[in-house]
């Protein structure tokens, strides 16, 4: 057992430089003198000479600083000098997934797909849908300018008899495959054709073409809908949200038209049978899944993420804990407790909740910290504590002011502000770390109904940049003020939002981008507004 253990030791605690067993010596010196740190330490505050400024770090710092120097290169970026660094974003340049939809109109091939852009892109992949519908009323549209030509586009276009049509929607189908890998040579990860793709033969010719380019796959994914009242609410939903191939007909000529177009795609859809073919099928949203021949980590990625949407109707409530006692002063991280405002906050909850869920039932998740379970007490509803939810680990300045950072670390205070999704501070983290930690969250939320999170700043901005779209570099500037609730309601083709703010004053812990003349990114527009025409076409 000694031989074990002395293994286990020079593996996982190997034997120190003679500087940090120095440095490690001091603490253990100052640790020994009974007035080095106080009793009345307070819960939350670091004592004072292990925080950033501290005697000891600053001892440390110096002491190693020859060793730095020498295993470094000779002019270190700016990035990397002080207590913490930039993270590069992942490398992702290998992964080039063609994933081609398949299914008849209003069976949800658009939702998902745009679920899994929303979802990918989060997670930093290049993303693109090239939507053969938009590719198709694009060039319709430019040719109507062009030359005053209105083409029909009822469902007699759509119709297997007609020839010329026909012909048409393959060409379209195979220019907007072309776009996509051409999208994909230039960098791009993840291209989505979303289209009906409802024949083998269409299904045989996206294979081969894909085969002929060099480190790319196809997968198809089939979505198939049994509901009648899903099918009528996607059929309700396609012609009253201005879909050009409706314009200025009644609502119940539209409904006809587009019930006789999903009739001629009836006529010739084959579900998938192809033993070779990798695929998904998923069937209403997730009540059943098959899958076959799904092969490596982003493949699997995109297929576990798939198996855990529905569509039922919800709503995800978002608030940061009550005012505490480390907003008073200003301080970072930390475990402190609520503010006196904090606890009315938390008090004033229970009645702003039963108003806008009524008797349906929810449930509260909390992080670990103090000040969320407090404010999460007064409710009378089931909860869950996620580590995951706890805020960014801000490391060896946990406790601090942003004054004294700036003082201690100027460099690093400056380099936060130049890049702060990707700044990680020494021993904690970067927003960049709190999105990847709370991927778990994000697919347990699309599993969930109505669900209400207490989270904090950092952990509410990387969840609202999700549910919105929201680009990375925006997502430390998220205004999230404290005594808020955000309602968000996921639709079809995004998120609605409403905010409700209690009349309970707290500080303002926003700061905003350094030389930035925008105003803070406070409440999002709806975008649950189908696009039609497309933006890559």
Not at 60 to 70: C, L, N, Q, V, Y
Request: proline share 6%; glycine share 6%; charged share 25%.
């Amino acid at each position: 057992m000694d031989n074990l253990s002395d293994d286990h030791n020079r593996v996982h605690f190997p034997i120190l430089s003679s500087e940090l067993t120095a440095a490690l010596g001091a603490i253990e010196d100052m640790a020994d003198d009974t007035d080095a740190v106080p009793d009345s330490v307070v819960r939350g505050h670091p004592p004072a000479i292990f925080r950033a400024g501290g005697p000891m770090l600053k001892q440390f710092d110096e002491s190693t600083a020859s060793s730095r120097k020498s295993s470094q290169a000779p002019t270190p970026p700016r990035s990397v000098v002080g207590i913490g660094n930039k993270v590069a974003k992942p490398d992702y340049s290998e992964a080039k997934i063609v994933l081609a939809m398949v299914g008849l109109p209003a069976r949800g091939k658009s939702y998902l797909s745009n679920k899994l852009m929303r979802y990918l892109k989060w997670l930093e992949y290049d993303v693109q849908v090239f939507n053969v519908g938009q590719l198709r009323r694009s060039r319709a549209h430019r040719k109507a300018q062009q030359s005053g030509i209105l083409e029909d586009h009822t469902s007699s276009y759509f119709s297997h008899n007609n020839v010329e049509a026909t012909k048409l929607r393959e060409q379209l189908a195979e220019d907007s495959l072309e776009m996509l890998i051409r999208w994909l040579k230039r960098g791009g990860n993840v291209a989505i054709h979303d289209a009906t793709n409802s024949t083998r033969t269409r299904r045989a010719k996206i294979s081969a073409r894909v085969a002929k380019e060099k480190g790319m796959s196809v997968i198809f994914l089939e979505s198939i809908c049994n509901d009648p009242a899903v099918i009528a609410a996607n059929v309700a939903l396609k012609v009253s949200s201005g879909d050009p191939d409706y314009k200025d007909l009644p609502r119940e000529v539209a409904e006809r038209d587009f019930l006789r177009r999903i009739k001629e795609y009836e006529a010739v859809y084959e579900t998938i049978t192809e033993p070779h073919l990798s695929y998904l099928r998923i069937t209403d949203v997730g009540n059943e899944v098959t899958l076959s021949r799904i092969n490596g980590y982003l493949q699997s990625r995109i297929a576990f993420y798939l198996m855990n949407l529905h569509v039922k109707p919800r709503n995800i409530f978002l608030s940061r804990h009550g005012e505490s006692q480390f907003n008073v002063e200003g301080r970072i991280g930390g475990d402190s407790l609520l503010s006196e405002r904090g606890l009315a906050y938390a008090r004033a909850l229970p009645e702003l909740v039963r108003k806008n869920i009524g008797d349906a039932p929810l449930i509260v998740w909390t992080s670990t910290l103090q000040r969320t379970i407090q404010t999460a007490g007064e409710l009378p509803y089931p909860k869950l504590t996620w580590k995951s939810l706890d805020e960014l680990d801000a490391g060896v300045c946990d406790g601090m002011t942003y004054e004294e950072i700036e003082q201690a670390y100027p460099e690093d205070f400056a380099n936060r502000d130049e890049d702060k999704f990707n700044y990680r501070y020494r021993g904690g983290e970067s927003y960049r770390d709190v999105v990847v930690r709370l991927e778990p969250v994000i697919i347990e939320l699309e599993r969930q109904e109505n669900i209400l999170i207490f989270g904090h700043q950092a952990i509410i901005r990387c969840l609202y940049a999700y549910f919105h779209d929201l680009p990375q570099a925006d997502l430390p500037y998220i205004n999230v003020p404290l005594h808020t609730v955000i309602k968000l309601t996921p639709k079809a083709y995004g998120c609605d939002e409403e905010r409700y703010t209690l009349p309970i004053g707290a500080v303002d812990t926003h700061r905003p981008k350094p030389g930035s003349t925008v105003s803070p990114l406070d409440v999002v527009p709806s975008t649950t507004k189908r696009e039609y025409f497309g933006t890559n076409i």
